[in-house]
């Protein structure tokens, strides 16, 4: 190998470490304009880690320019969708500050909640930011009525309430497995009390009846058992029902 193709190769040894001779590069950016049509692109083609990079820099190199908002929210969305979830709330949150009157405020304040919810763990941990996340939604609900979000956010918000009364359920039934009864009851009645919409409603009520069997007052037990039957009819909690009051009845 003569000299020169020996330099070519050396050249091409670390990006085809990496996907090829010269993978992994972008094209030349002449213009602030051409950066941000580039990072479009690259969001579009879901390289959100190159979208992300040329965002941040138009950002940094045009705080007074009149896309600088909608740059903004293009670098939350590449973030969230890149799973980036606490950069993606302080852009969002930036954007819903610094340019309130945005076009794009409407849907940075309902991004700004899915990157909340993104930082919740799952139900057998704290929900510092499921909580959060709702608050958020609800937020972004009232201030854009009209947004094309709204219905989604209200399902979003089902969702992680749905969480939350599990993890209020699952609470409930280690304290009823430990025998610790009356801390057991105040999970499954603050599910009644909270969350009376959701389908956990359906277990904490037979939690309860079997809290009421347990202390003496079986008639209540098998009433509110014979509700969960009707009411939740068809759902394997029914079923549950129905074999709990058997056990009673006999």
């Given at each position: 190998m003569n000299r020169a193709a020996l330099r070519v190769a050396l050249a091409c040894l670390l990006p085809a470490a990496l996907g090829g001779c010269g993978a992994g590069t972008l094209p030349a950016v002449h213009s602030e304009?051409?950066?941000?049509?580039?990072?479009?692109?690259?969001?579009?083609?879901?390289?959100?880690?190159?979208?992300?990079s040329l965002l941040k820099t138009y950002i940094t190199n045009n705080a007074g320019s009149a896309d600088v908002d909608h740059a903004l929210y293009l670098l939350g969305d590449c973030e969230l969708k890149n799973k980036e979830y606490s950069a993606a709330e302080v852009d969002f949150d930036r954007l819903l500050k610094e340019f309130p009157e945005s076009d794009s405020s409407g849907a940075a304040s309902f991004r700004l909640g899915e990157a909340l919810y993104g930082q919740s763990r799952t139900s057998d941990f704290d929900q510092e930011f499921t909580h959060k996340a709702i608050d958020q939604w609800r937020k972004y609900q009232s201030e854009f009525p009209d947004h094309w979000l709204y219905a989604e956010a209200q399902h979003r918000i089902q969702l992680a309430r749905m969480r939350l009364a599990d993890k209020w359920l699952r609470n409930g039934d280690?304290?009823?497995k430990m025998g610790y009864l009356e801390p057991a009851r105040v999970y499954?009645?603050?599910?009644?009390?909270?969350?009376?919409?959701?389908?956990?409603?359906?277990d904490a009520w037979v939690g309860i009846a079997l809290i009421d069997a347990k202390e003496h007052r079986k008639d209540e037990a098998i009433q509110l058992l014979k509700q969960v039957e009707q009411q939740f009819?068809?759902?394997?909690?029914?079923a549950r029902a129905a074999r709990e009051r058997a056990r009673l009845t006999h």
């Amino acid at each position: 190998m003569n000299r020169a193709a020996l330099r070519v190769a050396l050249a091409c040894l670390l990006p085809a470490a990496l996907g090829g001779c010269g993978a992994g590069t972008l094209p030349a950016v002449h213009s602030e304009a051409e950066r941000l049509e580039l990072a479009h692109r690259m969001a579009a083609k879901q390289d959100y880690i190159d979208a992300i990079s040329l965002l941040k820099t138009y950002i940094t190199n045009n705080a007074g320019s009149a896309d600088v908002d909608h740059a903004l929210y293009l670098l939350g969305d590449c973030e969230l969708k890149n799973k980036e979830y606490s950069a993606a709330e302080v852009d969002f949150d930036r954007l819903l500050k610094e340019f309130p009157e945005s076009d794009s405020s409407g849907a940075a304040s309902f991004r700004l909640g899915e990157a909340l919810y993104g930082q919740s763990r799952t139900s057998d941990f704290d929900q510092e930011f499921t909580h959060k996340a709702i608050d958020q939604w609800r937020k972004y609900q009232s201030e854009f009525p009209d947004h094309w979000l709204y219905a989604e956010a209200q399902h979003r918000i089902q969702l992680a309430r749905m969480r939350l009364a599990d993890k209020w359920l699952r609470n409930g039934d280690v304290y009823y497995k430990m025998g610790y009864l009356e801390p057991a009851r105040v999970y499954y009645e603050k599910i009644e009390a909270e969350y009376a919409d959701l389908p956990e409603l359906g277990d904490a009520w037979v939690g309860i009846a079997l809290i009421d069997a347990k202390e003496h007052r079986k008639d209540e037990a098998i009433q509110l058992l014979k509700q969960v039957e009707q009411q939740f009819a068809g759902r394997p909690v029914a079923a549950r029902a129905a074999r709990e009051r058997a056990r009673l009845t006999h």
